[in-house]
Structures are given as structure tokens and as C-alpha cells.
């Protein structure tokens, strides 16, 4: 029995050693999985068509809400931006020409378009400005190696609002002739 013992627990240490991986090649392994993320993130930016899909909205106050059953969007192409974010902020603006938005809404070109990335925190950083119908907006978005992403806006006219989702490869959908 003694050597039954013996012989399981050399089977076991022996399986371990040969399956199992050190910290620092899981380590070296993450760190090249996070590279790969990055740089098709890079690539995908720079293609100029992209989409972000939100997942959840955090109001100034800090109201997080969970949007998946709320459309949330913006897609890009070529600095051409078409976007809706529904918004649960507070408007500084008594007038009634602003209180009838549902959310911030543009689809417009935008201006001030710039790039950038953070090597070192493998991000892209994405800024720009957008006309809505009644307001302009400051839009800054950090991409992360996976594709998860945050995107804050900025207004004149409304609080901030933050968003968290996805950056994806933008599907154009064909159209029947």
C-alpha cells in the first residue's frame, strides 16, 4: 500500500511539472496575447472603419446602467461618424430646444480626428469633435488590446457621460438592388 502511495504521488508531482507552465511563461504568454491585441487594434483604427457596441453608461453622478437592451453605437468610417448614446445625465441648458434629445445623437463629419497610442498600456486613444443637431461634442475613446473600450463625451450643454463596451470591425450591411 506504502508503495501504491508512493507510486501516485511521483505520477502527480511528474504531471504537474510536464503540464503545468511557470508563472513567468503564463506571464510572457499574457504579455504576447496583449500585444496581439494591441497591434490589431492599431490596425483597425487606422483602417478609419470601426464601430463601438456599448455595454454600460456611467452617468457624472456615478449611475452606472447596463445598455444592452438600449441601442448604443457609434461607427466610423473614413471621419465620417453616425452615432446615438441614450444619456441619463443632467442638461444645463432652460431651453427647450435641447430637452427634446433623447440622447446624444450625431451623424456628421467629424473635425480635430486624432490618434494616438500609449505603447506601454497598449492603448489607442482616439479624439475628436461632432456636431449633433443642437449641440457639439468632445469625444475621447481608449481602446484596450482586447477590444473593450471606454468612450467619454463632453458637451456644452450636458453633463459628461462615460460608456463601456466594444470596438469591433464595423459589418457594412449589404443592400438589395
Known amino acids: 500500500m506504502k508503495n501504491l502511495s508512493s507510486l501516485f504521488l511521483a505520477l502527480v508531482?511528474?504531471?504537474s511539472v510536464s503540464f503545468g507552465q511557470t508563472k513567468e511563461e503564463k506571464k510572457k504568454l499574457k504579455e504576447e496575447e496583449r500585444e496581439q491585441g494591441f497591434l490589431e487594434m492599431k490596425k483597425l483604427i487606422d483602417s478609419g472603419t470601426y464601430e463601438f457596441e456599448g455595454r454600460w453608461a456611467t452617468s457624472q453622478r456615478g449611475a452606472r446602467i447596463n445598455l444592452m437592451t438600449n441601442p448604443t453605437f457609434?461607427?466610423?468610417t473614413d471621419q465620417e461618424a453616425d452615432a446615438f448614446f441614450p444619456f441619463?445625465?443632467?442638461r444645463f441648458t432652460g431651453s427647450g430646444a435641447y430637452g427634446t434629445d433623447s440622447g446624444i445623437e450625431?451623424?456628421?463629419?467629424?473635425?480635430?480626428y486624432k490618434v494616438s497610442y500609449n505603447e506601454k498600456k497598449k492603448q489607442v486613444i482616439?479624439?475628436?469633435?461632432?456636431k449633433g443637431k443642437n449641440d457639439t461634442y468632445k469625444v475621447r475613446m481608449v481602446i484596450f488590446s482586447k477590444g473593450n473600450s471606454s468612450i467619454t463625451i463632453t458637451s456644452d450643454h450636458r453633463s459628461v457621460m462615460n460608456?463601456?463596451?466594444v470596438v469591433k470591425e464595423l459589418v457594412k450591411k449589404e443592400t438589395a438592388d
Open 74 to 76: 457609434l461607427k466610423m
Open 88 to 90: 441619463f445625465g443632467q
Open 163 to 165: 460608456y463601456d463596451g
Open 13 to 15: 508531482l511528474a504531471s
Open 106 to 112: 450625431f451623424n456628421t463629419t467629424v473635425s480635430d
Open 126 to 130: 482616439v479624439n475628436f469633435k461632432a
